[in-house]
């Protein structure tokens, strides 16, 4: 396991003994996100570094320097690290030589949540926006709005070959046609006037769709729904 802090260091943990094993220290602001695949450690930091690290030598091997605000956001599938920041910016980044292969510009506020398999991005924003990226040639594929859009900022995203699932403050979570950026339907709308319904984080199999909802004054216990889901059943 790796953590990041406040403190601006990272952690690797052995899950076994419960001991530290590594401390990663390079950053100099809080680090806001971590990306492990077992071999390479990559964290952003509010000192709006990327940093790629070799965590058996607590080496950092690069630091991809671009973003000129806070990092919020990784996704890193081996090849690519992917990055958002409260610049607006995404940017994708050659994980072995550290060099920025392209800024995907578009979005207006921070990314909060993305998810990247096989060269496709999808990007949950503040601006309350959805993207689908190419991360190969730059191109934004597919934006998800329109009329039946979120209403504030996107949370938290999940996506396959054919649908993209995404939950937002609005209290809503919604199904969408990855190819077309078709909206399809509503999953899930809480009562989200005021204090109210939050959806925080979504996970989502071929069965169940499982919520993480609360408030957004924490006058209420975050608690978990947990729905039976077929999405071809659920587009009759």
């Known amino acids: ?129 959805v993207k689908v990226w190419d991360i190969v040639t730059g191109q934004c594929l597919q934006t998800l709005s329109g009329p039946n859009k979120h209403r504030s900022a996107v949370t938290c995203l999940q996506f396959n070959n054919k649908f993209v699932v995404t939950s937002s403050d609005d209290g809503t979570v919604k199904l969408w046609d990855v190819r077309t950026g078709e909206f399809l339907r509503n999953l899930v709308a809480l009562e989200s006037g005021g204090s109210g319904g939050v959806v925080w984080r979504i996970r989502a199999s071929d069965t169940k769709l499982v919520c993480a909802v609360g408030s957004r004054n924490g006058t209420e216990e975050t608690k978990l729904l947990v729905l039976d889901f077929d999405v071809y059943e659920n587009l009759k």
């Open 1 to 129: 396991v790796v953590s990041g802090s406040r403190d601006a260091t990272l952690r690797v943990w052995d899950v076994n003994s419960g001991a530290c094993e590594h401390v990663l220290v390079g950053h100099v602001a809080a680090v806001r996100c971590v990306q492990y695949n077992g071999r390479l450690v990559v964290s952003g930091a509010y000192d709006y570094m990327v940093k790629v690290w070799n965590a058996d030598r607590e080496e950092c091997l690069h630091t991809l320097q671009g973003h000129t605000n806070r990092v919020y956001s990784l996704q890193f599938d081996g090849i690519h690290v992917v990055s958002g920041s409260l610049d607006t910016s995404i940017r994708v980044w050659d994980v072995e030589t550290g060099q920025c292969r392209h800024t995907l510009m578009g979005h207006q506020s921070l990314t909060s949540g993305m998810e990247l398999k096989n060269n496709i991005l999808i990007s949950g924003n503040a601006d309350s926006t």
